[in-house]
């Protein structure tokens, strides 16, 4: 059974995430423990909060070198979600202006609402736009709807790495990925038969 590590930071909705990887046949392992992530087959990071506090969470846990070396260095699949995605950048201003993990270039930025009558936080179902193929989007059709709940959006540097999007305020990026690592802004383990599919996809990788 494939071991899949799941980051404890003190934010995320931990115990949605470890039934939806159980569904899909893998091995849950909720941890803030080195040893776990580093006999883990993949990687998830949840979160749910500010920017700021959820890094200033992941540094204080000493989690930032050894979630690095298995993500970048020994290429073990990685699956960041809504606020695990934003902490990929490089920088964030949720809280106030913090560092993040640098994975991927860009900034978390909060959403400008374009007219009176939008709403932020940006909550509830919304369609997901493929830019780019991927293996977890593997029969997944574009334009879906899948479950958010944030006020932060991720901008990158490199298009490339934004493979889908969704429309409020404007286009935002939903969807980031580079080599073995994949961010969703959206809640997949919230997001029914869809969101199933997708975390199963991830651990086919």
Request: aromatic fraction near 10%; proline fraction near 5%; include cysteine.
């Amino acid at each position: 059974m494939k071991k899949v590590a799941i980051v404890d930071y003190g934010m995320g909705n931990l115990d949605s995430v470890a039934r939806a990887v159980q569904h899909n046949g893998g091995e849950p392992i909720i941890t803030c423990e080195p040893h776990d992530f580093k006999i883990a087959d993949y990687i998830i990071l949840p979160g749910v909060g500010s920017f700021h506090i959820g890094m200033k969470n992941i540094r204080a846990a000493g989690l930032e070198e050894v979630l690095r070396e298995q993500v970048l260095t020994k290429g073990i699949p990685f699956l960041g979600i809504c606020l695990g995605m934003q902490l990929l950048a490089t920088k964030g201003w949720e809280g106030e202006e913090t560092k993040g993990l640098g994975w991927i270039e860009g900034e978390v930025k909060r959403f400008v609402p374009d007219s009176s009558e939008v709403r932020i936080p940006h909550v509830g179902w919304n369609e997901v736009v493929f830019e780019y193929s991927s293996p977890v989007f593997q029969d997944i059709p574009s334009g879906k709807d899948f479950y958010f709940v944030h006020s932060y959006h991720f901008s990158c540097v490199h298009p490339q790495d934004a493979i889908a999007h969704t429309s409020y305020c404007g286009n935002f990026i939903s969807v980031v990925s580079r080599d073995n690592m994949i961010g969703v802004q959206f809640h997949p383990e919230k997001s029914q038969k869809l969101g199933l599919k997708l975390i199963k996809n991830f651990l086919n990788l």
